[in-house]
């Protein structure tokens, strides 16, 4: 938000991501470092969805962790995911439609317009005052601001991206939370989330405390399963 010309990308994503998941697909479609503190909102429902060890003292009633929300409870809902506070890189996130013969189960660029601003920039103000800057080889800050912004900052390499994509490691929510996590998730979401998904979570939490690890578990505990996708915008 804020930048003009406008940055964008058209992903195709697997139906069962978490919120998780897209957070990860967002900072390699974009470009970013995953360097700084995150957050979804739900902007319909005021739900923010954060990550699970987030301080949730300041996040009021209505709050979600991330790694147990499946993208698809909120599908059609407008999103927005912001990324470093302190620049406040916002990302306006739509779902565009689903398409019924996707069967990839990685997430894929499909379109793209212009690159992604440099990490530590100083949010949209900074970035496009960097941008006129690098249009006027007078300036006295034009060749620390090139140096900055490297010879490869124009390209976006989207076949580099989709391999990146293509090799992302889900997060699966049993197998990245520890026993006290998911004790407060559950108790966080006993009535928010169906009872199924509460049962799963619950019964992973057993047997890690009888075996003391984790053991490899069926995947319906993500509550969807399928080979179509939804685009996000």
């Avoid at 490297?150 to 990146?164: A, S």
């Avoid at 998904?197 to 690890?213: Q, V």
């Avoid at 490899?216 to 993500?222: A, C, H, S, V």
Wanted: with cysteine; hydrophobic share 35%.
């Amino acid at each position: 938000k804020g930048i003009r010309p406008f940055i964008s990308r058209t992903v195709a994503v697997p139906k069962d991501v978490t919120f998780a998941d897209l957070h990860r697909i967002i900072q390699i479609a974009m470009g970013w470092n995953d360097e700084h503190l995150h957050e979804f909102k739900v902007l319909s429902e005021d739900m923010r969805i954060v990550p699970a060890d987030t301080d949730t003292d300041d996040l009021g009633l209505k709050y979600a962790f991330e790694e147990v929300t499946p993208l698809s409870k909120y599908r059609g809902k407008k999103i927005l995911y912001t990324y470093d506070s302190f620049c406040n890189w916002e990302h306006t996130i739509r779902f565009l439609k689903e398409i019924p013969d996707y069967t990839d189960p990685f997430p894929k660029v499909i379109k793209y317009s212009n690159r992604c601003p440099p990490e530590e920039s100083g949010g949209a103000k900074g970035f496009l005052n960097k941008l006129e800057i690098m249009e006027d080889w007078t300036h006295p800050d034009y060749e620390y601001v090139v140096d900055w912004f490297n010879e490869d900052y124009e390209w976006y390499y989207v076949d580099d991206v989709n391999e990146r994509l293509r090799n992302l490691e889900r997060i699966e929510p049993g197998n990245t939370l520890g026993a006290e996590d998911i004790e407060e998730i559950m108790t966080a979401f006993l009535t928010d989330i169906p009872a199924d998904f509460y049962y799963d979570l619950k019964e992973k939490k057993a047997r890690r405390d009888h075996d003391g690890k984790m053991k490899d578990e069926p995947e319906r505990y993500l509550m969807i399963r399928t080979s179509k996708a939804d685009v996000l915008d």
